[in-house]
């Protein structure tokens, strides 16, 4: 089974402060999405990476940005945590050569900022 | 742009009764996929069923099935036997593989299974 780790459940930080959100998937994909999830908006991609250090702005980039150093991790960075960042962010994977497209997802980080 | 609309944001349907979800899409694409996901609650979000555009027969994952209408842009699921089990948001996503990886994703519809 693939699986998609993110490193916290839930997180709690101040305003102002960086924030490191991880991702690990265990399968080999050569794609990992960020996407954050709010009630009545959906999920909205923030950014993703088609492979080891490349990286693509998503559709809400702003107050964002990422690191993908090896191919298994993609971590999210919020460089100074705003109230409006509060919400849940889902990581995803996908297997680039997969005819059928299918995005893997973690748990989830519900991630509070004070 | 391509946009995807659920027009439900919350249902209710009856153990063991069945339940249609909606979604609508806009494209100018003739080459996608479409999927209904399953996020149940504090867990994470799974793939119920997809469909392929080119495909005209509709998709069916044992209760799950779609009705899937290209020409009205039109992919609904349909849940039968309804099980307690079903109670989750369910999202419906566009991908157009030739463009992008990226899905686009719909606002979700919770749906209640009352016992």
């Known amino acids: 089974d693939v699986k998609v780790t993110q490193s916290s459940r839930y997180l709690v930080k101040r305003t102002g402060e960086k924030v490191f959100l991880e991702c690990v998937q265990d399968?080999?994909?050569?794609?990992m999405f960020w996407y954050r999830q709010d009630p009545g908006l959906g999920l909205r991609l923030i950014y993703f990476?088609?492979?080891?250090?490349?990286?693509e702005k998503g559709d809400i980039p702003e107050g964002y940005s990422v690191s993908r150093e090896k191919k298994e991790r993609f971590s999210l960075i919020l460089e100074s945590a705003s109230t409006n960042q509060t919400s849940m962010y889902l990581c995803?994977?996908?297997?680039?050569?997969?005819?059928?497209?299918?995005?893997?997802f973690g748990a989830g980080t519900r991630l509070s900022v004070l | 742009a391509q946009t995807v609309t659920q027009s439900q944001p919350e249902m209710s349907v009856q153990e063991a009764e069945t339940v249609t979800l909606s979604c609508t899409y806009d494209t100018s694409e003739s080459d996608y996929y479409l999927f209904w996901y399953k996020q149940p609650p504090s867990r994470q979000m799974i793939l119920v069923i997809r469909?392929?555009?080119?495909?005209?027969q509709n998709a069916t994952e044992n209760r799950f099935s779609v009705n899937f209408q290209k020409a009205a842009k039109s992919f609904s699921l349909k849940i039968s036997d309804s099980q307690l089990g079903d109670a989750a948001m369910y999202f419906c996503a566009y991908l157009a593989p030739r463009r992008t990886y990226k899905y686009i994703f719909g606002t979700g519809t919770r749906l209640k299974v009352l016992a």
């Open positions: 399968m080999d994909h050569e794609n």
């Open positions: 469909q392929e555009a080119y495909k005209q």
């Open positions: 995803a994977s996908s297997w680039a050569g997969d005819s059928k497209n299918i995005q893997y």
């Open positions: 990476s088609y492979d080891v250090k490349m990286k």
